[in-house]
């Protein structure tokens, strides 16, 4: 029986569930998470201006409000995510599954659009997506692609990628042009070394996944890029959902749909 | 003979072109402009991005660079927009045809879309634009519609009315939604009433236009918006272009169609 998402949403706060989100409360957005002071929220929302396609912003909250009035008005971000990171000058110090005792006054929070969106849109649309198949995470990869800098934070935009048959790359394209929010259409089709990736065996985050004869490697731009960036930024503090452990909004995917 | 944009910006530039821009260096994505100090910015580019529809962000400059670094490198915007309005403490003070007096180095430039870009893209379709017909400036409306807020910046939308042949009206959503970076797909179709316009003939900004038989007016968010907040919100300081006299960025229309 499919849980509703209010029944998801009491377990993960409730530190019941710990695991990631992919495939939970089916059809609504989930979402990526930074978390910054204020003194450093400037320059992190005009770098997610600059980098649409990376950081594309759902929602900012109000300073020290952990509630995102928007798109989930009844949720708490200090919990309702199921994993957190908590990075220092960069470096990852710890993975806890709620940050009450991180929460500061001065916190504000972003959620970033996430590739669950659009990778419903393509199922719909009758495309396989490999790691979903194989049972693996989706394959990532630090490009050579720098990112727009913004006051202190810069580095290079990180891709997800998904392998098509040659025929359906095109409809891959109309699709997810289709929610610009959501990371939208394609960065790169087709010819990985052009963007500084010279080995799809060996994905920077995420698992390998096969890429058959006949098949192209389609290349979206991440919404990992932000923990990348934090890592060659090194911000005092910031915190971050844990890999795949999402957020979930009560938006609806549909709704991030420009057409 | 049509002149290139290098000519028309150095006219706009030496001031010897300061009337509206409308049909100039066509094909070039054309901006309004909102400038405030550094300690407004947060809170103003949070509340573009809280209501985007209305304040789509093109670009945003760096504290205290007057050059559009991603949209128009060369240009300089203090000399480069024909006109421009001095606001202080949501007042109307002046008009100037540049700001080199004015600008401070705290100061944060805001690019944002222009329905301009999705003008060209109705013609293009066939559509006919009733104002330019007429040789008027748009109607825009006040509407009951509320902006969501972000700190200091609040008040309700504008938006701006196109009137056309009720068998048109479903290609002007499909070719606008194409466009969501300058306001994309219309905010309302119909029944003026819903949103607050109680009189066609009356627009709060720029001229009436005819609404003939069998046709119906669809209403677009628009980015006189940002000046309705200044008004209600009240910074200290706040400069913009002046209706219709826009910054001509170096970007092409088609570039910001997402399909």
Redesign the interface.
């Given at each position: 029986m499919k849980q509703s998402l209010a029944t998801i949403r009491q377990d993960i706060r409730d530190g019941k569930w710990t695991e990631q989100t992919a495939g939970l409360a089916s059809g609504y957005t989930q979402a990526n998470l930074v978390i910054l002071p204020k003194a450093q929220?400037?320059d992190f929302?005009?770098f997610?201006?600059?980098n649409p396609k990376a950081c594309p912003?759902l929602?900012?909250t109000d300073v020290g409000s952990a509630v995102p009035k928007?798109t989930a008005p009844d949720a708490d971000l200090r919990f309702d995510v199921p994993k957190y990171c908590i990075y220092r000058q960069g470096k990852l110090m710890e993975e806890v599954t709620n940050i009450e005792a991180y929460w500061q006054d001065d916190f504000v929070a972003f959620l970033i659009g996430c590739s669950f969106t659009f990778e419903h849109a393509l199922m719909d649309n009758g495309l396989k997506i490999r790691h979903i198949e194989e049972g693996r995470n989706v394959p990532m990869y630090i490009t050579n692609i720098a990112c727009?800098p913004s006051g202190v934070f810069h580095g290079n935009m990180v891709v997800s990628m998904r392998p098509f048959h040659a025929k359906d790359v095109v409809r891959a394209v109309?699709v997810t042009?289709?929610f610009?929010s959501v990371h939208?259409?394609p960065l790169h089709i087709g010819l990985p070394e052009q963007i500084g990736i010279n080995n799809l065996l060996k994905p920077d985050f995420g698992d390998a996944v096969m890429v058959k004869e006949g098949e192209v490697p389609v290349f979206w731009a991440c919404g990992v890029t932000p923990q990348s960036i934090a890592m060659s930024s090194k911000p005092e503090l910031m915190i971050t959902h844990a890999p795949g452990h999402m957020f979930i909004t009560d938006m609806k995917d549909s709704h991030y749909s420009?057409?």
């Open positions: 929220a400037y929302l005009l997610c201006q600059r912003l929602e900012v928007l727009e109309e042009s289709r610009p939208g259409s420009v057409l």
